[in-house]
T-cell receptor, first 112, second 115 residues
């Protein structure tokens, strides 16, 4: 039983459109993360989120990206105007205090 | 900045045999965590094992164990009694301690298991 559920499992979107990827933890966790994996490449950190605010972000996480946890449970990643190079697997990860990160099953994002 | 290097892109092992996957890393920190994650063809990311740098004892999880050499900044994964289900991509990862514990991953190694 995964500790975190991601939806959708696969999203196909036209270039320039907005997408929202969702992450729902099974139980309360303190820390939330988004990672990206372009096909055939390594997993890259995008952003970390703690206490309802961004704690760290990478160079990849530019102005077209945003995260929020609007209702205290769902944790979302929004890409405002998608580009072809945004096609990738997006993973949400969660952890509690002094615990390792556990990943969701990922959302495969395909930009046409 | 921290870096994680997995120099072997692929390895193969006979079923029931033992295989060791290599990983080196670079950091100026004295305390940190190291991980191995497994990614099967389904592309899930599954935690295999975690090592805390301040612990000298090597972590073990059933058939999986690590050889952690802090001075050499080396962190290899040993899989004993390899099974067909072990075939996957394996990623070595580093994270600092503290709140901003983002993971830095290596490029991964593809492990195949021969029946």
């Amino acid at each position: 039983e995964p500790e975190v559920t991601q939806t959708p499992s696969h999203q196909v979107t036209q270039m320039g459109q907005e997408v929202i990827l969702r992450c729902v933890p099974i139980s309360n966790h303190l820390y939330f993360y988004w990672y990206r994996q372009i096909l055939g490449q390594k997993v890259e950190f995008l952003v970390s989120f703690y206490n309802n605010e961004i704690s760290e972000k990478s160079e990849i996480f530019d102005d077209q990206f945003s995260v929020e946890r609007p209702d205290g449970s769902n944790f979302t990643l929004k890409i405002r105007s998608t580009k072809l190079e945004d096609s990738a697997m997006y993973f949400c990860a969660i952890r509690g205090s002094n615990q390792p990160q556990h990943f969701g099953d990922g959302t495969r994002l395909s930009i046409l | 900045a921290q870096t994680v290097t997995q120099s072997q892109p692929e390895m193969s092992v006979q079923e029931a045999e033992t295989v060791t996957l290599s990983c080196t890393y670079d950091t100026s920190e004295s305390d940190y965590y190291l991980f191995w994650y497994k990614q099967p063809p389904s592309r899930q990311m599954i935690l295999v094992i975690r090592q805390e740098a301040y612990k000298q004892q090597n972590a073990t999880e059933n058939r999986f164990s690590v050889n952690f050499q802090k001075a050499a900044k080396s962190f290899s994964l040993k899989i004993s009694d390899s099974q067909l289900g072990d075939a996957a991509m394996y990623f070595c990862a580093y994270s600092p301690t503290g709140a901003n514990s983002k993971l830095t991953f290596g490029k991964g190694i593809t492990l195949s298991v021969r029946p």
